[in-house]
């Protein structure tokens, strides 16, 4: 739940019927109110195991930070998890879905654990073609997804800018593509593009208000596919059912917190 203070505590559900746009970043509105770029934020707090809070904030637009979900992890283990009485629900896949749009392409398929799969094909020679796949069950988003940061190109920037979006935008909160390389190395993994999508698609898919129990697939997909299949999952019931899990599959944050390391 997002809440705006400097509209008089003004509430706006992270949850997809509130999904207002998505172009570079997906924006919640409610009542003409609007929250964007809540995906690195949602992102986090999937990641750390999170699905009850109540984010505050006095502004329409979330802080880029380093344009990873590095900072509101560390700022959510500093700060710690309340582990609460109720058993988590989970929202299991009975059936597949799959979306299909051009060379574009998102599914998820019924699993017992929380899996997601991504391709990327950017023409870019640091890039081209990066596929990463991670289980979130077992802590790896800390180590794998955590600190990928999101990237652009050069000459986007100046026309994103005259949109009003990135207005925050420099070198020290997403990596910036030129041509044949990048204007501010190192990156933090040799296939950082990619596994930020992954990121980006764990945020999106918080949107479902619960925590998701299937294998997701995605090929050059973006948030408006992202936040398509949330739209086609919960318009249809039938695709899932709302359960409760041992606790040995859920996230475990206290075990994976062990797992943490600090960015070098
Ligand atoms: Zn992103």
Redesign the pocket.
């Known amino acids: 739940m997002f809440r705006r203070v400097d509209l008089d505590g003004f509430e706006v559900e992270a949850i997809g019927r509130n999904v207002a746009r998505v172009s570079y ?1 997906t924006s919640l509105m409610k009542k003409s109110v609007l929250i964007s770029t809540t ?2 934020l949602l992102s986090a707090l999937i990641g750390t195991g999170i699905d009850n809070a109540i984010v505050e904030l006095d502004n329409l637009e979330l802080p880029i930070l380093d344009g990873s979900a590095r900072p509101f992890v560390d700022a959510i283990l500093k700060s710690g998890i309340r582990k609460q009485r109720r058993p988590r629900t989970y929202l299991r896949m009975r059936r597949e879905v799959e979306i299909r749009e051009g060379d574009k392409f998102i599914a998820v398929y019924p699993a017992d654990s929380y899996s997601v799969s991504y391709t990327i094909n950017f023409p870019h020679p640091l890039i081209g073609r990066e596929t990463f796949s991670v289980d979130l069950s077992n802590g790896s988003y800390f180590t794998e997804i955590a600190a990928a940061r ?1 990237f652009g190109f050069l000459h986007q920037a100046e026309a994103m800018r005259q949109q009003g979006l990135i207005r925050g935008a420099s070198h020290d909160n997403a990596i910036v593509l030129t041509q044949d390389g990048i204007m501010n190395p190192p990156l933090r993994f040799k296939d950082e593009f990619v596994r ?1 999508k992954v ?2 698609l764990i945020g999106d898919l918080a949107l479902l208000g619960r925590q998701i129990l299937g294998r997701v697939v995605a090929d050059r997909a973006g948030h408006a596919m992202h936040t398509a299949l949330v739209s086609r999952i919960l318009r249809d019931h039938s695709l899932w059912e709302e359960t409760t899990v041992d606790a040995e599959l859920a996230h475990t944050p206290d075990d994976t917190r062990l797992a943490v390391q600090p960015m070098a």
């Open positions: 970043a995906e690195h999101t930020h990121l980006d």
